[in-house]
């Protein structure tokens, strides 16, 4: 049992997620030992390790063994993560906390949640409650159908900004 925590690589900092990982770490809420690639968030290894940044091997290997995986809401680490059969407890980086330049990732999670693809947290407090529902959730898209389902709904989304 482990856990996996991504911040991806933004240039902004995601504190919001690195601290509370660390806290539920400590309060062994989380599955330990506990990974956070934190990216250019500040970070000291404590209860959990790190790395700023991965190879995508690495990236990818550690979500294939974690029992749960929480990421940022990038298109990038969520296809990742379903192409490897995960399903992930997203929190999306939020512009009103300076972690992302809009909200996109806000519009993606929404709409991956509502097809049941993924676990929202849209607060750090949830991510408890999204740990326990992930251990009580089953199914995910195959390799081939992750990438497939979040290209349309990236396409949908391109669609609407463009018109």
Known sequence: MSTFVSVGNATQPFHRLVREVERLAAGSVLPLPVFVQYGRTPFR?????GAAFLSMEEFARKIREAE?????GGAGSIITALSERRMPIIVPRLRRYGEVVDDHQLLLTRRLEAAGRIIAAYDVGEIPACVNRLRESAG???AG??????LALLREDLARYAG
Do not use: D, K, P, S
């Not at 159908?145 to 979040?150: F, L, P, Q, V």
């Open 68 to 72: 749960v995986v929480i990421l940022q």
């Open 140 to 142: 995910c898209f195959t």
């Open 145 to 150: 159908e992750a990438g497939t389902h979040m």
């Open 45 to 49: 290894a404590g209860v959990c390790e």
